[in-house]
């Protein structure tokens, strides 16, 4: 089956006519985009690269039969799931991923749960630990 997927504006447009009804479509990313690129000045491209990995890598483990992912961009997924499964999927990957990013951190920053950072404006901020989210659209 297809999906006809196109962006308009900032939002999503799904052509869904040759989508089984036995599906659901989930689109999955990180919580917070701006962590993601704190995590990446602090730690390192390299070490980003290894968290798209694992996310990847996680998704793909979890795919069964007719179930497939397209990526929209390296943090954010689209997927089809079988309906009976997306949301124990979905809360499988959330724990997961919470659970597998923890040694891509310093101790100190897990205690506090954040990464404090400065940001353009040389403002001193906190960002989040990074985390996925997900949410159905079809």
């Not at 000045?41 to 179930?67: A, F, P, V």
């Not at 990074?130 to 079809?138: D, K, M, N, Q, V």
Request: hydrophobic share 35%; with cysteine.
């Amino acid at each position: 089956y297809e999906i006809g997927v196109r962006l308009v504006g900032s939002e999503m447009c799904i052509r869904d006519s040759d989508l089984p009804k036995e599906y659901r479509v989930v689109i999955m990313h990180f919580a917070k985009h701006k962590s993601y690129r704190v995590y990446c000045k602090k730690y390192g491209t390299k070490k980003g690269e290894e968290i798209i990995t694992l996310l990847h890598d996680l998704i793909s483990s979890r795919l069964q039969n007719q179930e497939f992912v397209f990526w929209l961009d390296p943090d954010t997924a689209l997927l089809t799931l079988e309906k009976e499964r997306y949301r124990s999927v979905c809360e499988e990957l959330e724990l997961s991923f919470s659970e597998k990013i923890i040694p891509f951190y310093l101790p100190e920053d897990l205690e506090r749960g954040y990464i404090k950072a400065e940001n353009k404006h040389g403002e001193t901020k906190r960002y989040p630990i990074i985390e996925l989210a997900s949410e159905r659209i079809y």
